[in-house]
């Protein structure tokens, strides 16, 4: 393997002179060369996919094989005003077209939840319900936040996410947060 490849969605970028930049909906696939001791290096081969529906920062995002090809799924974070984006929406990378909702989460959440498949099952987990400040800073060991205890899995038969049931089989249907001091 000579070339690692990864795909950049959303943020945020700076703003003139280091001011408060603007929410995005861009999408990126960038590619590292190995050099001939196999230790990467940024070279300027990149490609913009296709914008994203909604401009997003803080959100989840994971390439998942789903409906036969692999998939670039985005869930939650926040938009420009910081209100949480409730819209899920993927990107298949077989046949690469638009950006497409695949549902509505539950309980949106921002502070980057995760996004995977857990036994088989799309499931989003993590993250925060709202901010108590208009600040993008993320402290992990702030005891104040409000973390996101809801697991949603996609359920098929709606064609949308729901909360994680005892019968969905994951161990869990909601997280406590342990804290050590």
């Known amino acids: 393997?000579?070339?690692?490849?990864?795909?950049?969605?959303?943020?945020?970028?700076?703003?003139?002179?280091?001011?408060?930049?603007?929410?995005?909906?861009?999408?990126?696939?960038?590619?590292?060369?190995l050099d001939q001791n196999k230790q990467p290096v940024l070279g300027r081969e990149h490609e913009f996919l296709p914008m994203m529906n909604f401009?997003?920062?803080?959100?989840?995002?994971a390439k998942i094989f789903f409906?036969?090809?692999?998939?670039?799924?985005?869930?939650?974070?926040?938009?420009?005003?910081?209100?949480?984006?409730?819209?899920?929406?993927?990107?298949?990378?077989?046949?690469?077209?638009?950006?497409?909702?695949?549902?509505?989460?539950k309980t949106p959440r921002f502070g980057f939840p995760s996004i995977g498949k857990v036994s088989g099952q799309i499931v989003v987990v993590g993250g925060r319900n709202y901010s108590s400040s208009k600040s993008d800073k993320l402290d992990i060991d702030s005891t104040s936040e409000n973390v996101a205890k809801t697991i949603?899995?996609?359920?098929?038969?709606?064609?949308?996410?729901?909360?994680?049931?005892?019968?969905d089989n994951l161990g869990k249907t909601s997280l406590e947060i342990t804290r050590y001091n």
């Open 67 to 105: 409906n036969g090809q692999d998939t670039m799924i985005v869930a939650g974070g926040s938009n420009q005003d910081d209100s949480l984006v409730p819209e899920v929406e993927f990107l298949g990378l077989r046949h690469i077209t638009n950006w497409k909702i695949f549902g509505n989460l």
């Open 55 to 61: 401009a997003r920062k803080q959100h989840g995002c």
């Open 1 to 33: 393997v000579n070339t690692v490849s990864f795909i950049v969605t959303g943020g945020k970028n700076v703003g003139p002179n280091g001011s408060d930049g603007t929410t995005m909906r861009k999408a990126l696939k960038a590619h590292l060369k």
């Open 152 to 167: 949603e899995i996609y359920d098929e038969k709606i064609h949308n996410f729901r909360s994680a049931i005892i019968s």
